[in-house]
C-alpha cells in the first residue's frame, strides 16, 4: 500500500500548464515538511519545490521559480504543484515526499522518509 499517490501527470506542450497532486494515505498521522523531487533520464533525482507544514514556508529549485507553485491542503492530505509555462527540460518523473519528523521545509531527499511511486511529466517543444 503506497502511503504517498501522485496523480495528474501526463504530454503537454511547451508553454502549457499542469497540476500534479499527491494524496497522503490515511496510515500515515502527519506530515510535516513536503516537497516534490523530479529525475530525468540519465539524471539524479533533483529537488523541484518544498512546502513547510503549515504552508507559510515555501522553496524552489532555481529553474522553477515564477513558474511552479507548491501548495498543500492538510484537511484533505493533498499537496500541489501547478507548473506554469513548461519546458521541454521539465520532463521527468516527478516524486512527492514527505516527513513526520519536525522538519519546517527542505530541499535535502534525506530529510524525507515517506516517498511516491513517482509520476510522469513530458513536455514536447
Known amino acids: 500500500q503506497e502511503q504517498l499517490v501522485e496523480s495528474g501527470g501526463g504530454l503537454v506542450q511547451a508553454g502549457a500548464s499542469l497540476n500534479i497532486s499527491c494524496v497522503i494515505d490515511?496510515?500515515?498521522?502527519?506530515?510535516?515538511?513536503m516537497g516534490w523531487f523530479r529525475q530525468s533520464p540519465g539524471k539524479e533525482r533533483e529537488f523541484v519545490a518544498s512546502?513547510?507544514?503549515?504552508?507559510?514556508?515555501?522553496e524552489y529549485e532555481d529553474s522553477v521559480k515564477g513558474r511552479f507553485t507548491i501548495s498543500r491542503d492538510n484537511r484533505r492530505r493533498v499537496m500541489f504543484l501547478r507548473m506554469n509555462s513548461l519546458r521541454p527540460e521539465d520532463t521527468a518523473v516527478y516524486y512527492c515526499?514527505?516527513?513526520?519528523?519536525?522538519?519546517?521545509?527542505?530541499?535535502?531527499?534525506?530529510?524525507?522518509?515517506?516517498w511516491g511511486q513517482g509520476i510522469q511529466v513530458t513536455v514536447s517543444s
Open positions: 490515511k496510515s500515515v498521522l502527519f506530515l510535516h515538511a
Open positions: 512546502i513547510s507544514s503549515s504552508g507559510d514556508m515555501t
Open positions: 515526499a514527505g516527513t513526520g519528523r519536525r522538519v519546517s521545509s527542505s530541499a535535502r531527499q534525506k530529510d524525507y522518509e515517506y
